[in-house]
């Protein structure tokens, strides 16, 4: 069983900047696959950015250049740095794990004001 917890979600200005921290417990961290996906109100689920074990990373076109994830394998902790946010990236975003099994956590609101 792993357990995913997020924090680092609020509400900023348009062009300001957001850390995202999910912690996860469990022994085989280090060899997951790591993501964020976001869901605004009405909308799917949608992969954001992802990381791999050896570091490998994936982004949304949407998110290209703005955001960077990145891993610490001996703090279990995957990031997901926000730069430059739009109104448009308003959604709750939820950190998931992937290894034998997958696992979400409850999601951490971030808000966007233009």
């Known amino acids: 069983q792993v357990q995913l917890v997020e924090s680092g979600g609020g509400l900023v200005q348009a062009g300001g900047s957001l850390r995202l921290s999910c912690i996860a417990s469990?022994?085989?961290?280090?060899?997951?696959?790591m993501g964020w996906y976001r869901q605004a109100p009405g909308k799917q689920r949608e992969l954001v950015a992802l990381i791999t074990s050896v570091g490998s990373t994936n982004y949304a076109d949407s998110v290209k250049g703005r955001f960077a994830i990145s891993r610490d394998n001996a703090k279990t902790t995957v990031y997901l740095q926000m730069n430059s946010l739009k109104p448009e990236d308003t959604a709750v975003y939820y950190c998931n794990y992937r290894g034998l099994q997958t696992y979400w956590g409850q999601g951490t609101q971030v808000t966007v004001s233009s």
């Open positions: 469990g022994s085989t961290f280090r060899i997951s696959v």
